[in-house]
Protein backbone atom coordinates (compact mmCIF):
# COMPACT_ATOMS: atom_id res chain seq x y z
CA UNK A 1 0.00 0.00 0.00
CA UNK A 2 1.34 3.32 -0.91
CA UNK A 3 -0.23 6.69 0.34
CA UNK A 4 0.69 9.98 -2.48
CA UNK A 5 -1.60 12.23 -0.65
CA UNK A 6 -0.13 14.15 2.18
CA UNK A 7 0.67 12.87 5.74
CA UNK A 8 -2.10 14.70 6.94
CA UNK A 9 -4.48 11.77 5.79
CA UNK A 10 -2.27 8.80 7.18
CA UNK A 11 -3.47 7.69 9.96
CA UNK A 12 -6.90 7.62 8.40
CA UNK A 13 -5.82 5.48 5.26
CA UNK A 14 -3.93 3.51 8.05
CA UNK A 15 -7.30 3.03 9.49
CA UNK A 16 -9.25 2.04 6.07
CA UNK A 17 -6.69 -0.27 5.22
CA UNK A 18 -6.33 -2.13 8.60
CA UNK A 19 -10.41 -2.62 7.70
CA UNK A 20 -9.76 -3.82 4.38
CA UNK A 21 -7.41 -6.82 5.96
CA UNK A 22 -9.85 -7.80 8.55
CA UNK A 23 -12.50 -7.57 6.25
CA UNK A 24 -11.18 -9.45 3.14
CA UNK A 25 -8.74 -11.86 5.33
CA UNK A 26 -5.33 -10.85 3.79
CA UNK A 27 -2.60 -8.98 5.07
CA UNK A 28 -2.21 -5.50 3.35
CA UNK A 29 1.25 -3.70 4.13
CA UNK A 30 0.45 -0.44 6.54
CA UNK A 31 1.07 2.56 3.75
CA UNK A 32 3.96 4.69 3.58
CA UNK A 33 4.16 8.10 1.82
CA UNK A 34 5.93 7.61 -1.31
CA UNK A 35 6.87 10.55 -3.68
CA UNK A 36 5.34 11.02 -7.10
CA UNK A 37 8.40 10.14 -8.99
CA UNK A 38 8.24 6.74 -7.94
CA UNK A 39 5.04 6.15 -9.41
CA UNK A 40 6.11 4.83 -12.54
CA UNK A 41 8.29 2.50 -10.95
CA UNK A 42 5.82 1.01 -8.49
CA UNK A 43 2.92 1.02 -11.67
CA UNK A 44 4.60 -1.48 -13.55
CA UNK A 45 5.45 -3.61 -10.19
CA UNK A 46 4.17 -6.10 -7.96
CA UNK A 47 0.24 -5.95 -7.13
CA UNK A 48 -0.24 -2.91 -4.75
CA UNK A 49 -3.20 -0.29 -3.41
CA UNK A 50 -2.53 3.37 -4.23
CA UNK A 51 -3.99 6.42 -2.15
CA UNK A 52 -3.49 8.66 -5.62
CA UNK A 53 -4.39 11.96 -6.68
CA UNK A 54 -6.58 12.05 -9.90
CA UNK A 55 -4.08 13.67 -11.69
CA UNK A 56 -1.42 11.65 -11.72
CA UNK A 57 -3.73 9.02 -12.00
CA UNK A 58 -4.98 9.78 -15.31
CA UNK A 59 -1.99 11.08 -16.98
CA UNK A 60 -0.42 7.31 -15.69
CA UNK A 61 -2.87 5.18 -16.65
CA UNK A 62 -3.72 7.47 -20.18
CA UNK A 63 0.40 6.57 -20.60
CA UNK A 64 -0.78 2.72 -20.99
CA UNK A 65 0.19 1.76 -17.14
CA UNK A 66 -2.07 -0.95 -15.76
CA UNK A 67 -4.14 0.90 -12.70
CA UNK A 68 -7.26 0.45 -12.22
CA UNK A 69 -9.72 2.98 -10.10
CA UNK A 70 -11.42 1.23 -7.17
CA UNK A 71 -13.53 3.83 -4.99
CA UNK A 72 -13.34 7.49 -3.98
CA UNK A 73 -13.96 9.02 -0.42
CA UNK A 74 -17.01 11.46 0.11
CA UNK A 75 -16.45 14.00 2.61
CA UNK A 76 -18.20 14.49 5.31
CA UNK A 77 -18.62 18.29 4.56
CA UNK A 78 -20.03 17.28 1.35
CA UNK A 79 -22.03 13.73 2.59
CA UNK A 80 -24.99 13.97 0.25
CA UNK A 81 -22.75 14.27 -3.32
CA UNK A 82 -20.98 11.99 -4.90
CA UNK A 83 -17.29 11.76 -4.37
CA UNK A 84 -16.01 14.90 -4.66
CA UNK A 85 -13.47 17.77 -3.41
CA UNK A 86 -12.68 21.38 -4.08
CA UNK A 87 -9.43 23.59 -4.50
CA UNK A 88 -10.06 26.48 -2.01
CA UNK A 89 -7.97 29.51 -2.43
CA UNK A 90 -6.94 30.90 1.09
CA UNK A 91 -5.73 33.85 1.84
CA UNK A 92 -3.51 35.16 4.44
CA UNK A 93 -5.55 36.67 8.09
CA UNK A 94 -5.46 40.67 6.88
CA UNK A 95 -7.55 39.34 3.61
CA UNK A 96 -10.50 38.25 5.80
CA UNK A 97 -13.27 39.20 3.86
CA UNK A 98 -12.27 39.89 0.48
CA UNK A 99 -13.06 37.47 -2.63
CA UNK A 100 -10.93 36.78 -5.25
CA UNK A 101 -12.13 39.10 -7.44
CA UNK A 102 -11.41 41.99 -5.48
CA UNK A 103 -7.56 41.75 -4.65
CA UNK A 104 -4.54 42.46 -6.87
CA UNK A 105 -0.67 42.15 -6.72
CA UNK A 106 -1.22 38.77 -4.86
CA UNK A 107 1.89 36.82 -3.64
CA UNK A 108 0.64 33.42 -5.01
CA UNK A 109 2.17 30.11 -3.08
CA UNK A 110 1.42 26.60 -4.67
CA UNK A 111 2.74 23.09 -3.86
CA UNK A 112 3.38 21.99 -7.73
CA UNK A 113 2.65 23.08 -10.94
CA UNK A 114 1.65 19.09 -11.84
CA UNK A 115 -0.99 19.44 -8.68
CA UNK A 116 -4.67 19.31 -9.22
CA UNK A 117 -5.84 21.17 -6.05
CA UNK A 118 -2.77 23.57 -5.86
CA UNK A 119 -2.79 24.32 -9.54
CA UNK A 120 -5.00 22.10 -12.30
CA UNK A 121 -7.96 22.74 -11.17
CA UNK A 122 -8.19 26.36 -10.55
CA UNK A 123 -6.86 27.50 -13.40
CA UNK A 124 -8.63 25.36 -15.26
CA UNK A 125 -11.73 26.64 -13.60
CA UNK A 126 -10.63 29.63 -14.78
CA UNK A 127 -9.21 31.39 -11.48
CA UNK A 128 -7.83 35.00 -12.93
CA UNK A 129 -3.94 34.88 -12.86
CA UNK A 130 -3.94 38.33 -13.95
CA UNK A 131 -4.31 39.60 -10.07
CA UNK A 132 -1.13 37.55 -9.12
CA UNK A 133 2.44 39.20 -9.48
CA UNK A 134 4.61 36.24 -7.96
CA UNK A 135 3.77 32.75 -7.92
CA UNK A 136 6.63 30.73 -5.41
CA UNK A 137 6.14 26.63 -5.32
CA UNK A 138 6.40 25.85 -1.83
CA UNK A 139 6.20 21.79 -2.45
CA UNK A 140 3.51 21.12 -0.08
CA UNK A 141 0.28 21.84 1.02
CA UNK A 142 0.77 22.39 4.40
CA UNK A 143 3.75 24.47 3.95
CA UNK A 144 1.76 26.99 1.95
CA UNK A 145 -0.58 26.85 5.03
CA UNK A 146 1.76 27.82 7.15
CA UNK A 147 3.84 30.35 4.74
CA UNK A 148 -0.12 31.72 4.72
CA UNK A 149 -0.09 32.14 8.62
CA UNK A 150 2.85 34.29 8.51
CA UNK A 151 1.76 36.49 5.81
CA UNK A 152 4.64 35.15 3.59
CA UNK A 153 2.06 34.52 0.98
CA UNK A 154 -1.58 36.62 0.23
CA UNK A 155 -2.80 33.24 -1.52
CA UNK A 156 -2.73 29.37 -2.09
CA UNK A 157 -5.11 27.14 -3.22
CA UNK A 158 -5.65 24.04 -1.13
CA UNK A 159 -7.18 20.71 -1.63
CA UNK A 160 -10.51 20.92 0.95
CA UNK A 161 -10.34 17.03 1.94
CA UNK A 162 -6.61 17.79 2.84
CA UNK A 163 -7.43 20.92 4.66
CA UNK A 164 -9.81 18.93 6.82
CA UNK A 165 -7.01 16.52 7.97
CA UNK A 166 -4.78 19.40 8.60
CA UNK A 167 -7.06 21.58 10.61
CA UNK A 168 -7.03 18.74 13.37
CA UNK A 169 -3.67 18.90 14.30
CA UNK A 170 -3.31 22.93 13.27
CA UNK A 171 -6.82 24.51 13.79
CA UNK A 172 -5.77 27.77 12.84
CA UNK A 173 -5.17 26.52 9.07
CA UNK A 174 -9.23 26.23 9.31
CA UNK A 175 -9.71 29.80 10.12
CA UNK A 176 -7.76 31.34 7.17
CA UNK A 177 -10.24 33.01 5.17
CA UNK A 178 -11.53 31.60 2.03
CA UNK A 179 -10.98 33.88 -1.38
CA UNK A 180 -12.45 31.76 -3.92
CA UNK A 181 -13.46 27.94 -4.71
CA UNK A 182 -13.52 25.81 -7.77
CA UNK A 183 -14.86 22.61 -8.58
CA UNK A 184 -15.74 20.20 -7.09
CA UNK A 185 -13.36 17.24 -8.97
CA UNK A 186 -13.87 13.91 -8.51
CA UNK A 187 -12.43 12.72 -5.18
CA UNK A 188 -8.47 11.20 -5.12
CA UNK A 189 -9.77 7.02 -5.80
CA UNK A 190 -7.54 4.06 -4.41
CA UNK A 191 -6.19 3.03 -7.42
CA UNK A 192 -5.17 -1.19 -7.59
CA UNK A 193 -2.35 -1.81 -9.46
CA UNK A 194 -2.02 -4.51 -12.29
CA UNK A 195 -4.69 -6.05 -14.38
CA UNK A 196 -6.53 -8.48 -12.12
CA UNK A 197 -10.12 -7.74 -12.25
CA UNK A 198 -11.34 -9.87 -9.80
CA UNK A 199 -9.31 -8.87 -7.01
CA UNK A 200 -10.55 -5.23 -7.86
CA UNK A 201 -14.20 -6.28 -7.45
CA UNK A 202 -13.33 -7.55 -4.27
CA UNK A 203 -11.31 -4.70 -2.60
CA UNK A 204 -14.26 -1.95 -4.71
CA UNK A 205 -16.92 -4.10 -2.86
CA UNK A 206 -15.18 -3.83 0.41
CA UNK A 207 -14.60 -0.01 0.19
CA UNK A 208 -18.02 1.19 -0.63
CA UNK A 209 -19.05 -1.17 2.38
CA UNK A 210 -17.10 0.16 5.20
CA UNK A 211 -19.63 2.91 6.11
CA UNK A 212 -22.08 0.27 6.50
CA UNK A 213 -20.35 -1.07 10.57
CA UNK A 214 -19.22 1.00 13.70
CA UNK A 215 -15.38 0.07 12.92
CA UNK A 216 -15.47 1.27 9.23
CA UNK A 217 -17.42 4.56 10.21
CA UNK A 218 -14.53 5.27 13.06
CA UNK A 219 -11.72 4.64 10.60
CA UNK A 220 -13.20 6.95 8.06
CA UNK A 221 -13.99 9.64 10.32
CA UNK A 222 -10.15 9.97 11.07
CA UNK A 223 -10.12 11.36 7.80
CA UNK A 224 -13.20 13.50 7.58
CA UNK A 225 -14.89 11.10 5.36
CA UNK A 226 -18.46 9.71 5.21
CA UNK A 227 -18.11 6.76 3.27
CA UNK A 228 -16.20 5.56 -0.18
CA UNK A 229 -18.44 5.09 -3.50
CA UNK A 230 -17.47 3.03 -6.35
CA UNK A 231 -15.41 4.52 -9.04
CA UNK A 232 -14.59 3.58 -12.88
CA UNK A 233 -12.25 5.51 -15.10
CA UNK A 234 -14.75 7.30 -16.60
CA UNK A 235 -15.69 9.14 -13.94
CA UNK A 236 -11.84 10.90 -14.19
CA UNK A 237 -12.85 12.40 -17.83
CA UNK A 238 -13.81 15.71 -15.94
CA UNK A 239 -9.85 15.85 -14.98
CA UNK A 240 -8.60 14.84 -18.28
CA UNK A 241 -11.00 17.93 -19.67
CA UNK A 242 -9.54 20.16 -16.56
CA UNK A 243 -5.72 19.47 -17.51
CA UNK A 244 -6.03 20.31 -21.06
CA UNK A 245 -7.55 23.63 -20.10
CA UNK A 246 -4.93 24.28 -17.40
CA UNK A 247 -2.36 23.40 -19.73
CA UNK A 248 -2.97 26.66 -22.00
CA UNK A 249 -2.05 28.77 -19.35
CA UNK A 250 1.05 30.30 -18.27
CA UNK A 251 2.22 30.33 -14.75
CA UNK A 252 2.93 34.29 -13.21
Not at 45 to 55: D, Q, W
Not at 112 to 128: I, T
Amino acid sequence: MHAFLGGALLVYQRAVVAELSRRLGFAISVPAEVDLVDLDSIAVGEPALLFLCGLPYVRTRDAGLPLEPLAAPVSLDYALESPGYRSLVLGSPRLGGATLDQLTALRLGINSYDSMSGWVLPVGEGMPLDRVVSTTITGTHRRSLALLLAGELDAAPIDSMLLAGEAITTPAFAELPVLATYGPAPSPPVVLVGDDPELAQRLRQALASLHEDSSGRTALALGCMARFDAMRDSDYDWIRECDRRAATCMPS
